[in-house]
Each structure stands twice: as structure tokens, then as C-alpha cells.
């Protein structure tokens, strides 16, 4: 079943037969809106093709760039379409154990610097494939880049000489992120020898292409660091979004300040940037309160 139909059938019964209020079928279709784009921009028409992991990484975006709350709200509407197909015509629910919690105490996960040389260092560069994965996850930490984002750059976005991608991010607000020498390298490596033999004479807008010659999707990030988070001996969850909360947190450790670690970004309101100051906070006391136990047995 198609996407389209699926949504319209949904919204069809909850306004004809379940009768629902005006203002929650309003607020349904917007979700759903919202779904259906992401859905699109996934190359998925199909809503048999949608996946577990396909709506974990919806949530994923949601929090990037709204609140729990809002997200919450989205997540109930996506459940119950899906709920909804699983009954009247037997389509898998890929949404049946996943919620928002609603926590104002949560915070974002994030890698110390040296769990994300560990996790980069766990590809091998004699292996092109490899090396083009490692690529991908240091893009990412090195620019705070969305993964959405990183998929979707366009060759036109990126200068390699100069350092510099201008992203196009939500709302299709541009911002100019700059990346470091290494990345760089790496990038000069994969642009003119592994690109171009996967291409196989072939054109492509997209500056990052997997081995194939198509363009990218989320899903094959995430499972990048899934299969290597272990070799690297991270046994807590890792996403893509990680890395992009790794990189926020260690510029600010490095002295960088609030507004500019919003800009790169593409934070449209500095309250949600201010989040990694809660993650510093958090991390002093933690640091404090281990040194005063150690203090404290000294003294016995």
C-alpha cells in the first residue's frame, strides 16, 4: 500500500468512524504531514518497506529539531497509524514499542574524545569501503552535520580546498560549517578515486554515493556504527545524532562559545543549544562528587 493511501485511510477513519474532534484530526494530518515527507526523502512509497529502525530515526529528527513534547505528539500519531493498518488489513506495526519520554532532566548522549578516536580508529584505512564509512562518522563529528544532512549534500555544497560546506538545513536555512585538515584529506581521497570508479561513468548530484553509485540513506549510516561501536568498546547506545552532540559538547569544552556552537548547528532558538551546558554541569558534579569520595576515604 502506498504511503498517500495509507495516511488517507487512516485520517478517513478516525474522521468518519472513530469521529474524533476537529482539532486532534488537524493535528493528525500535520504528523502525518511530517511522516510522509520524511518517509519520501527516505525513498520509501511503500509502507509495507517501513521499518522499526525507519521510525527510531524519525523520532531521532524530531528531537533534533523540536521538543519532546511536540515529538511525543508526532510519535502518537505514527502509532496509531500504524496501529490502524495492523488491524483492518494485517500490516506489520514497526511502531509498537517506541515512545518519548517525556523527562525534563534527560540528557543527550554524547562520546568523550577519546571514544570517538576509538570508534573512528576502528575502520580499516587499507580497506576503501572502510575507509569511505570512517569518512561519513568523522564528517559528522568534525561539523555537527545532521545525518539527514550529510546524505543529502549536494557536491556543489562542498569546498574542499577552503574547508567549508554550506548545509542546507530545517526550514532550508543555510549555515556554513568548517571541517578540519584530516577530514579534508580524506575527503580530496574519496572524491577523486573511490567516487568516480563507483560512479562508473555515471553522474550524480550527491557528493556522497555508497559503492554502487546511489545516493545514501540513514539507515546505512546508523548501521555503520552499530557494527563498529562494539570493536571500539562502547556498550551503550550510539546513534548518529551522538556524534553530532559529541561535537557540540567538545567545542564547548574547548572554550567555544554558546551562540557560535548554535550557529554551526543550525540551531534556530539558542534555548535549545543550551542543553550541552546542562551536559558540563552534569559532568563537574560528577567529577566533583567522585573526588570527594575519594577525599573521604583517604580520611577513613
Known amino acids: 500500500m502506498k504511503i498517500k493511501e495509507a495516511i488517507d485511510n487512516y485520517i478517513y477513519s478516525i474522521s468518519v468512524i472513530e469521529q474524533k474532534s476537529p482539532q486532534t484530526i488537524v493535528s493528525y494530518k500535520n504528523s502525518l504531514r511530517k511522516y510522509q515527507n520524511y518517509l519520501d526523502e527516505e525513498g520509501i512509497s511503500e509502507i509495507n518497506d517501513v521499518t522499526n529502525l525507519t521510525v527510531q530515526y524519525f523520532i531521532a529528527e524530531l528531537l533534533d529539531s523540536s521538543s519532546k513534547t511536540t515529538a511525543a505528539h508526532d510519535l502518537s500519531a505514527v502509532k496509531g497509524l500504524h496501529k490502524y493498518l495492523f488491524l483492518n488489513f494485517n500490516i506489520d506495526n514497526p511502531a509498537t514499542d517506541l515512545t518519548v519520554k517525556i523527562n525534563k532532566d534527560h540528557l543527550p548522549t554524547f562520546l568523550n574524545e577519546e571514544e570517538v578516536s576509538d570508534l573512528l580508529n576502528s575502520f580499516n584505512d587499507a580497506d576503501e569501503n572502510e575507509r569511505f564509512q570512517r569518512l561519513l562518522l568523522q564528517t559528522i563529528y568534525a561539523t555537527g552535520m545532521r545525518v539527514s544532512e550529510l546524505v543529502n549534500l549536494q557536491t556543489k555544497q562542498i569546498n574542499i580546498t577552503h574547508r567549508i560546506i554550506r548545509v542546507t538545513g530545517k526550514g532550508n536555512k543555510e549555515r556554513v560549517v568548517l571541517f578540519d585538515e584530516d577530514t579534508a584529506d580524506r575527503m580530496e581521497g574519496y572524491f577523486r578515486y573511490s567516487r568516480p570508479r563507483w560512479l562508473d561513468g555515471?553522474?550524480?548530484?550527491?557528493?556522497?554515493?555508497?559503492?554502487?553509485?546511489?545516493?545514501?540513506?540513514?539507515?546505512?549510516?546508523?548501521?555503520?556504527?552499530?557494527?563498529?561501536?562494539?570493536?571500539?568498546?562502547?556498550?551503550?547506545?550510539?546513534?548518529?545524532?551522538?556524534?553530532?552532540?559529541?561535537?557540540?559538547?567538545?567545542?564547548?569544552?574547548?572554550?567555544?562559545?554558546?551562540?557560535?556552537?548554535?550557529?554551526?548547528?543550525?540551531?534556530?532558538?539558542?534555548?535549545?543549544?543550551?542543553?550541552?551546558?546542562?551536559?558540563?554541569?552534569?559532568?563537574?558534579?560528577?567529577?566533583?562528587?567522585?573526588?570527594?569520595?575519594?577525599?573521604?576515604?583517604?580520611?577513613?
Open 202 to 300: 555515471h553522474t550524480s548530484n550527491y557528493f556522497f554515493i555508497n559503492e554502487r553509485g546511489n545516493r545514501l540513506n540513514r539507515q546505512y549510516v546508523y548501521r555503520i556504527i552499530q557494527e563498529k561501536k562494539g570493536q571500539a568498546g562502547i556498550s551503550f547506545k550510539v546513534s548518529p545524532h551522538t556524534l553530532r552532540h559529541s561535537f557540540a559538547t567538545h567545542m564547548l569544552e574547548n572554550d567555544t562559545d554558546l551562540r557560535t556552537v548554535q550557529e554551526l548547528l543550525g540551531h534556530s532558538d539558542i534555548s535549545t543549544t543550551q542543553i550541552y551546558t546542562h551536559v558540563q554541569s552534569k559532568q563537574l558534579h560528577q567529577a566533583y562528587d567522585k573526588l570527594m569520595r575519594s577525599k573521604k576515604k583517604e580520611d577513613v
